[in-house]
């Protein structure tokens, strides 16, 4: 499901001062990152990429562009059918656009196509343009902290994976407050988002995409479950969802697809009947409050969902599952935790 994350690479040109660059390459280093766009620090393993902004000859090279109007989308299209390796392309106010067009001029010319970054939060969309996304981001930055978190969004979207939990139990829990994540985007049969009661075993419930006889679809919508569960946001970090409010992100997900973020438009809490689901993979055992309502579903492994309120001992849904870890403020922590 997240191959396509799995393979695009986070570029940093550093803007630290010529002192500050060994070390600031160093500490970028540690934290995964291989390629930089600077001179070469003599001593120091990593892949320094000096891109050619005016080379006649460019084939095999690696090539820096600003894409200000069509007319240099039209040079970088024809620099690499030329052969050029690859194209760094920094874009003015328009972004996505630009980047929409050669996406689909260079997907089959063999040229990678890197796109500048000026934070974190222009990553996301850059890597889901036109749902393939860049090859790569280049992130300009001085800021270790902006290299970490860039890298921690693509760790999240990579180590998803949606494994068949078994159902152990569903019984009646009483009254409490629902959330219902109402996002900007539509989502699609199959998509929903990560909830739990334990952030290392989440549950993907659906979306309201299929309506019934009785309520019309609300395909923008995820009637999450209990406010005290958590749900796995695109930086890797969990959040209550009792947390959620307009404006967050959140990590759409589908057995099919790679992960993509999703804007929260508004978050509507209201008391309602419960149901606890609790199922379990190997040696994990995780569960889930959500609202005991037919609308409310959960995706089964065969790719089918089936509602809260049919649900029952044995069914397989799925379920993102790793190792238990510790949470300080929703980061993952190694330490000692045991969760119920």
């Given at each position: 499901m997240s191959e396509m994350f799995e393979s695009k690479e986070v570029i940093i040109e550093p803007?630290?001062?010529?002192?500050?660059?060994?070390?600031?390459?160093?500490?970028?280093?540690?934290?995964?990152?291989?390629?930089?766009?600077?001179?070469?620090?003599?001593?120091?393993?990593?892949?320094?990429?000096?891109?050619?902004?005016?080379?006649?000859?460019?084939?095999?090279?690696?090539?820096?562009?600003?894409v200000t109007d069509r007319a240099d989308l039209e040079k970088v299209v024809a620099d690499a059918k030329r052969g050029a390796k690859a194209v760094l392309v920094e874009t003015a106010d328009w972004k996505i656009i630009p980047l929409e067009n050669l996406i689909a001029e260079l997907q089959?010319?063999?040229?990678?196509?890197?796109?500048?970054?000026?934070?974190?939060?222009?990553?996301?969309?850059?890597?889901?343009?036109?749902?393939?996304?860049?090859?790569?981001?280049?992130?300009?930055?001085?800021?270790?902290?902006?290299?970490?978190?860039?890298?921690?969004?693509?760790?999240?979207?990579?180590?998803?994976?949606?494994?068949?939990?078994?159902?152990?139990?569903?019984?009646?829990?009483?009254?409490?407050?629902?959330?219902?994540?109402?996002?900007?985007?539509m989502l699609s049969f199959g998509e929903g988002l990560l909830v739990g009661s334990r952030s290392n075993f989440l549950f993907l419930i659906h979306n309201e995409s299929l309506g019934s006889k009785f309520t019309s679809p609300r395909p923008f919508r995820v009637n999450a479950g209990s406010v005290s569960s958590y749900i796995l946001m695109p930086d890797g970090r969990t959040k209550y969802l009792s947390e959620l409010e307009a404006g967050d992100q959140v990590l759409v997900v589908s057995p099919k697809d790679p992960p993509r973020v999703a804007t929260v438009g508004r978050v509507k809490i209201e008391r309602r009947p419960l149901v606890?689901?609790?199922?379990?993979?190997?040696?994990?055992?995780?569960?889930?409050?959500?609202?005991?309502?037919?609308?409310?579903?959960?995706?089964?492994?065969?790719?089918?969902?089936?509602?809260?309120?049919e649900l029952k001992r044995g069914d397989r849904i799925l379920a993102s599952v790793v190792e238990a870890k510790g949470r300080h403020f929703g980061a993952a922590v190694d330490e000692y935790i045991l969760e119920k």
């Open positions: 803007t630290v001062k010529p002192s500050d660059l060994p070390n600031f390459i160093e500490e970028a280093r540690t934290l995964g990152v291989k390629k930089f766009v600077c001179k070469p620090v003599e001593g120091l393993d990593a892949e320094f990429l000096q891109p050619s902004e005016s080379a006649q000859e460019v084939r095999g090279l690696v090539l820096r562009k600003r089959s010319s063999g040229c990678k196509l890197y796109a500048y970054a000026s934070s974190p939060s222009e990553v996301r969309p850059l890597l889901g343009v036109l749902e393939r996304g860049v090859d790569g981001v280049v992130l300009r930055t001085s800021s270790l902290e902006e290299v970490k978190q860039t890298l921690d969004y693509l760790k999240a979207v990579s180590f998803v994976r949606l494994v068949p939990a078994e159902v152990l139990e569903v019984r009646e829990a009483g009254v409490g407050e629902r959330v219902c994540v109402d996002t900007s985007s606890l689901v609790k199922a379990a993979f190997k040696e994990e055992v995780g569960s889930v409050l959500l609202q005991n309502a037919e609308t409310i579903a959960l995706v089964c492994d065969d790719g089918k969902v089936k509602s809260v309120t």
